[in-house]
């Protein structure tokens, strides 16, 4: 009897000892997260739901979310493992479009699935938006094939989204599920864009007309492809083509040469006047005539005239009216008389002094004297000023020098070069 007692203790710790190191780890997360877990019908909490003690074989794991449909998975725990699972739950409505009319609705319809990688794409279904709806989600669609379109936002420098077209095929009274992996479709790489100073270029895509204004030197990231690059070197426009490879940097180099400097002229140089300007500036001439008085004169032509016509018709009418015995003679002596005062007076009022100005050679003289002394002053600055000139000029001279030797020494546009901190650049 004590016998069979300590046989069936011993199996009974052996089975102990078994049952005990036949356990694993079981991890879920779900896509949303807050779903309640249950294993073999027993809640176990949340998710995320992080390693997990379970006993080793299958179990039968049960995830719920509200409005989501519900996932029922097989999972085989192996012992002293951890086994990591991972839930997208989808949306359990059916999505119509507003518009559809009763004929479609009385078809035959099935579930479709739409599921990327990364979600929160948006997609169009048969060229029409579903609006308010990105990826993961579910819809019920009429049996057939039908068109899907994939959008989503890219950080490419040339384009601000990415789209996929996929046809896929509803069977009727089933559930169908497209997945999309965005990452086989936006290979991308990177080019790394160096250059002596600060410029503008433009990146253009030889696979469609995408182009991007952008400043240089600076890192772009690209979809994998080929591209040309364009820039003006200060001097001429260039270009050149390059390719873009998947998960790898591309480098180049542009040069922007600098400009030589114009050289001064005089009116560059501050404080500089033309003589004219100078002198009238700075030289003020004093008056050098004096008037005199030569004797009379006619102050208008006419004057004269009037003088000589008053003599011409009145000599005639007086002789007429003295000698002749004609009747009314005292009336034509008065008219002779007042047409003769009336010229006279015209001629004497046209009478003026005449006056003749005179140099005044003591005035003059001071003025010669006085405007070589401003020309003296003047062609002493003007030396003053030819030689901040030349000293101007020469300062160009040695920067041109300066600029000349850099631009000699920048390398053309994608040749291999080896820098200081020993990046190279390849021949594009």
């Not at 008389?337 to 003591?362: C, F, K, P, Q, R």
Request: some cysteine; hydrophobic content about 35%.
């Amino acid at each position: 009897m004590n016998r069979i007692l300590a046989f069936c203790l011993a199996l009974f710790s052996i089975t102990a000892t078994c049952a005990y190191g036949a356990t694993g780890y079981l991890t879920i997360r779900s896509e949303p997260t807050g779903a309640m877990v249950s294993i073999d019908g027993v809640r176990i909490g949340q998710t995320p739901v992080e390693t997990y003690k379970v006993a080793a074989g299958q179990h039968n794991v049960l995830v719920e979310f509200s409005g989501y449909e519900t996932k029922r998975i097989n999972i085989e725990i192996p012992p002293n493992e951890i086994v990591e699972h991972r839930v997208i739950l989808l949306k359990d409505d059916s999505y119509r479009f507003p518009d559809e009319d009763t004929q479609r609705l009385s078809q035959q319809k099935g579930k479709l699935s739409i599921i990327t990688e990364p979600s929160g794409a948006t997609v169009r279904l048969d060229g029409r938006l579903i609006e308010e709806r990105t990826t993961p989600f579910m819809i019920e669609l009429a049996a057939g094939e039908h068109e899907i379109e994939l959008t989503r936002p890219v950080s490419d420098l040339l384009r601000k989204e990415f789209s996929v077209r996929k046809t896929v095929r509803v069977e009727p009274e089933q559930a169908s599920v497209l997945d999309v992996d965005f990452g086989e479709y936006l290979k991308t790489g990177c080019l790394q864009l160096d250059s002596n100073e600060r410029g503008r270029i433009q990146i253009r895509s030889q696979q469609g007309n995408l182009s991007a204004n952008s400043m240089a030197p600076g890192r772009f990231d690209l979809f994998a492809g080929k591209y040309s690059l364009h820039w003006n070197d200060n001097f001429r426009d260039n270009s050149f083509v390059f390719d873009v490879q998947s998960d790898s940097v591309t480098h180049a180099f542009v040069a922007f040469y600098k400009r030589e400097l114009a050289r001064k002229t005089m009116d560059d140089v501050p404080g500089f006047m033309t003589l004219d300007d100078y002198l009238g500036k700075n030289y003020k001439p004093e008056y050098d005539r004096t008037q005199k008085t030569s004797g009379l004169r006619w102050k208008y032509r006419h004057g004269r005239t009037n003088f000589l016509m008053a003599a011409f018709w009145t000599s005639p009418l007086l002789l007429a009216a003295i000698f002749e015995d004609t009747p009314g003679p005292g009336a034509n002596i008065a008219f002779g008389a007042a047409w003769a005062g009336l010229m006279t007076w015209s001629a004497i009022a046209n009478i003026e002094t005449d006056h003749e100005y005179v140099l005044d050679e003591e005035a003059a003289s001071r003025n010669r004297d006085r405007k070589a002394e401003v020309n003296a002053e003047y062609e002493a600055k003007r030396k003053a000023w030819t030689a901040t000139l030349e000293r101007l000029n020469a300062e160009i001279d040695e920067k041109n020098r300066s600029i000349r030797q850099a631009n000699s020494e920048l390398p053309p546009a994608g040749v291999k070069l080896t820098t200081a901190s020993g990046a190279e650049y390849e021949q594009i």
